[in-house]
């Protein structure tokens, strides 16, 4: 495919009335119109004015969408998130799981591992690995984690889960404080895994201990972790003022004040924050009940909860989160585009082929209109996503 007439934020400049040509998967060439030799053997789309294109987004931290969620641990369900995720300008992630039974888990992380074995790149989103969100988190910030299924971080079962997820395991949350903990965030660093600090108690001073032992990644920022206090600066302080670490962040307005986003990208700057969903199955659905782990989630005016008030996930589309954080904030598109894209793919070792819009990385590209929504998706070449014009 040949994309013409169009404004790219490509790796290391924005490329004024450009092209992009798609081949094999690829991005096979990128420069000005005027640059542009021979459009033989290639399908055009004619992009209209006023448009931009950005590299796909990446989502490092979603449950489900579209009635379907990881832990249902079904073909059918992965078949649904990688459909359905291209609309809202995600062009990868990794599937989340969260804190259940341990047979429960086991099931989610075999059913993913023989999807992503098999997985196929025909115009869906890319399933890049595992969050394990939990059980290995603090019960005091449990929030929407099942308390009666949390443990104390266990190595031995964790080997055992990677075993099962064929290696597939990229991510892990959990709370530092809790025995066990700075064992496992040293093993996880070891093998090239992300340790992320979450749902967690862990003081300040505790942070920094997790930091040495190899953590480098906060599970959205502000919600259920230790608050920033002026004689104890907590989670959220630690945060802010450590560099190592890299700060998923919920921009829906409702998980955290649109203010807070813009306190913490002056402290973390476009480099060190993350923009992720956090969604759940009810995400493109209509309000009503609907289940997360076993329990009862309602869902009403763009908010998730449990049936004490609790926050359950999001109902957030990452384009959304997008839009939100340059109203929230005044940010300029590259560091957004730094938040949703580049950002996801360092922290996974995987910039050499995702993230950015560059020559020989995969042609996974979102076109935003003048309004910043989401126009077009390609996953890997393919167009995933065109939005239906009023």
Known sequence: ????????????????????????????ELGTLEDLETEEGFEVIEIPPHCQAVPGFIDVHIHGVNGADTMDGTKEALDTMVAALPKEGTTSFLATTMTQEGKQIEHALLNAAEYIETQSS?????????HLEGPFVNAEKAGAQPIQHIVDPDLGLFKEWQRLSGGTIKLVTLAPEQPGGLEMIRFLKENGIIASIGHTDATF??????????????????????????????VVGAAFLRKELKAEIIVDGVHVHPDMVNLAYK????????????????????????DLGGQEVTVKDGKAVLADGTLAGSILKLGHAVKNMLTYTGCSLEEAIEMASVNPAKQLNVFDRKGSIAVGKDADIVILDENMNVSLTFCRGTLSYKREEN
């Open 122 to 130: 025909n115009g869906k989103a890319e399933i890049l690995g595992l």
């Open 1 to 28: 495919m040949l994309l013409k007439g169009i404004r790219i934020y490509s790796e290391d400049k924005i490329i004024e009335n450009g092209y992009i040509k798609l081949k094999d998967e690829k991005i096979a």
């Open 267 to 290: 402290n973390k700057q476009s480099e060190g924050l993350i923009l992720i969903t956090d969604s759940m199955r009810a995400k493109c659905l209509k309000n009503g009940m609907y």
């Open 205 to 234: 001073e505790q942070v920094d201990e997790a930091i040495e032992a190899g953590a480098n990644h906060v599970t959205h920022l502000f919600n259920q972790m230790r608050g920033l206090h002026h004689r104890e600066p907590g």
